[in-house]
């Protein structure tokens, strides 16, 4: 059986979640820029765009995040702990590539420590993913082994008809099941074609690559220094990444008052790894982007089995000077071997 | 010959003469509407140099590559007004010398590419008047006027939108010729005037410094603007200032290369119509 | 009822001139408002626009900055730095919607215990009329809370 | 949560060197010194922090057979140490750990031990000195070579001349040539030099090494010289550091995350490493 969710109904859909307590969250375009925020009916959401320039992990990972608010007096230091709070949420409409990119993070954010921030958020949300029927230049999720109809991080996920009328409803988890049993009235058993999936073409043989920097010589290689010679070392490949996950932590407040907290870091700022001393081990733009790739397509997979791409394509969409991980990759594969 | 093929043998002849030991120019872009940076170290390199009315973005900013210049030799360098803007700048403020670059000048109107005279530093303070007369394109002067319209109330909202919108990424800062503080006033700590986090109030901190830091310094060439992932306008905002002390002080920058740097200067009659 | 709204202002001053202005003011025992906190500066050209901002976001209703006449500095031509820089910065703040009477500047010498204590009188009660200037302050409070999903 | 320190109070500061302080620390609740007591081995590390300037990362310089206390040593350089250096006797301060691996001291039980420090680098190995000298019987003999820049920056003054009173341990001090003062007894040489001139036996033995990259470079090859094997030489790496738990990002060396395979190395886990990275 087969269900559908018409266009028509979700606004229905969106009181009945809100009034479970649900907050609902969907791509929205506004002030020119997209990203996951809060909707009160469909009509509010942006369902079209083929990517938001913000990914969905700024909800789970928030660019600053207040972790410990502290008083000091006198004699004393008064400290709070600053948590995320309870409500639950839908993240509705977000792209296969978005809602890889979570799961890729879980096992970092798990390892030995748990980062409650993060879990919590986790397991307070429902993933519902609408495949793409629609590409750019710039998309690469077929070529790190995902697609425009990978589950991966997905609770639910969405095929848009061939009509343009809603999408066939297809749960693949048991939160997933529960949200849209919750609207099953609002559904209907129609019969219905979906949309052909977008082509994304494979553009870097992700296998070659993942040799190469295996390869300890590698490492030390001319090619660094050629890629990065026109990196300009700004974070916006790292911020708008969704697997991206450095962070700082910050104390910010006056000399009584303040809050501890954990805001977003990219490996591509030379403070990053720059000691007290003076000394910085990746003291040149080539280190750090080498740093950035071999971090995502060979120690990340050494310790999770997984790489930390999930072919968003963001990262050259919205680069100054038209780098990213697919050039970098692709000029990878054509090396002389 | 077109102009890319003229600029392209030019390149490849610097280059297998020796006199210039790297030419910074654009490539094909992974796009058919994108250009990139491209860095020639050979005459055959200089084969794959593109040049269309594509090429908008401000090269000079990677003049101050750190150690690229500190050999003393040459480096050539396609560059718009905007771009020759930024490098008077820069010799203004002593952070170039003029003797190390060979310029590749080219202008686009309405979409046609010309090549301008001219090939060092010198050769383009023949051509202040019509920097001078660049104007700022009809939409940034529009959306200006429309903010200007608005009540402070209306115009501090405007601006809370676009900076909330901010993620701390520094592209502006990074793509801009005029950012070459080798340590960032954000990235001081003791003590840390400007919040590092990108929540509003950090951003609007953030933006505001870094708007007083090009006041009278911006080439206007839109950098900023065009890297910023999230799109602010900053533009408008720089614009403005370019304004304020064009109309305050005379003051043009970039002009040429002995000009003082505004704010690091001053006559006895400026105007102080607001000070009490 | 809540309390009638008193601003608070901050004046950047010089040691030189203002400073020396605002304590004539006080040995001749002139009266003025108590909204004032002076900081006090060696020179007006040491006083960073990034002062101005704190001072906003901190609760400052107002901000006053001053120094000695052109022509008086005891550095010699700090102030007139500063005067161009405070044209920059004035237009700067105004056009991100910071209002120009929420900034204010002047000369004040050390003769001129008088002009400070009434430019101190005058700007409170401008400020008075103008409210809280809460549009910035806000920003202060919400750093808590944004980002808190 | 995993980012909330422990609060500390200063029981005691200690100038050693110019620029260098030691901060004994106490457990404010009991709650967390027991989790110290239970988790704590030599070797580990610590994010030590003071509330409004952040957290900074070294060494729990005490040594596991004394958990009462957390002892600390550091040099004022940053915002953070420069605030901890000014503390005072029951100030509170803070505490996140200890985090990081061990040195495996129970493999070392029946050999001889030869520790090898520089400068501000003593304060790890101490920890192991320490850890080995409180249980004396189950090694067999104990060197330490301990060099420093300047007779001045020799840090634990008073340990250093306990250590020269004891029997059961030889100690070689040094300082570089320029540093001596005119009653200085002890050597004159960079410790590479210095420690081929001991020249301790390599058989049976494990070197401890601690320093700046630059004194483990040229300490490593005389120690290669001496007959050690890279795997029998112990080495500390360290990084900048946020979190301490191998999430934030910044502290790997090559796939090697220093805060949680790290910081305790061995020579041939450290020259398995991409050098350019370090």
Redesign the interface.
Known sequence: MTRILLKNKLDDCIVTWRNAGYSVLAPVKRNEMGSFSEVQKASDMSLDLILPERTIKDRFFPQTEPMIRYKISKQQIDTETMTPPDTKSVCFGVRPCDAAGLEIDDPLFGWDYKDQYWFKRRNNSVIVTITCTASDDFCMCTSVKLSPESTKGSDVMLRPLSNGNGWQVETITERGKALFDSVSVHLSDEKAETAALAQVPVRFNVEQVMEWLANPTSFESQFWKDIALRCIGCGSCTFLCPTCHCFDIQDEGDTYNGIRRKNWDSCSFANFTMHTSGHNPRNTQSTRWRQRIMHKFNYYRGKFGVNSCSGCGRCTRQCPVDMGITETLQAISNLPR | MGIQEQYRSEAASLLSSGEVKLVIGFGAGSTADRRRPLFARTGEEANRFVLDASCIANLSTYLLTEGLLSDGKKVGIFLKPDGIRSINILIAEAQLKPDQVVILGYAIENGQLTALEGRSVADFNGVNEKIRSLALPPAVQQDIERLEAMSPVERFQFWQDQFSKCIKCYACRQACPMCYCRRCIVDVNQPQWVNTSSHTLGNFEWNIVRAFHLAGRCAACGACDRACPVNIPLRLINARMGREVREAFDYFAGESTDQKPVLASFSKDDPETFIL | MSEPFEPKIVAFVCTYCTYAGADLAGTSRLKYATNVRIVRLPCTGRIS??FI??AL??GADAVLVSGCH??DCHFT?GN??A??????????????????ERI????ISAAEGAKFAE?INSITEDTRKLGPFT??QE??T???T???? | MIYNPFPMRVVSKRQEAPGVNTLKLEFVREEDHEFFRQNFKTGMFGLYGIYGEGESTFCVASPETRKEYIECTFRQSGRVTGTLANVDAGDIVTFRGPYGNRFPIEEFEGKNLLFIAGGIALPPTRSVIWSCLDQREKYREVTIVYGARTVADLVYKNELDDWKKRDDVRLVLTVDPGGETPDWQDHVGFVPTILEQAAPSPDNTIAVLCGPPIMIKFTLAALQRLGFSPENVYTTLENRMKCGVGKCGRCNVGSVYICKEGPVFTAAEVQAMPQADL
């Open positions: 626009p990034l901002l704190k976001q901190k052109p022509g031509a007139y730095h005067r161009r820089r405070w044209t920059v910065f004035r237009a700067l703040l105004s056009f991100t919607g910071i209002p120009e204010r500047f002047s000369w430019l549009q910035y920003l202060q919400i750093i808590e944004q980002s808190t999903y």
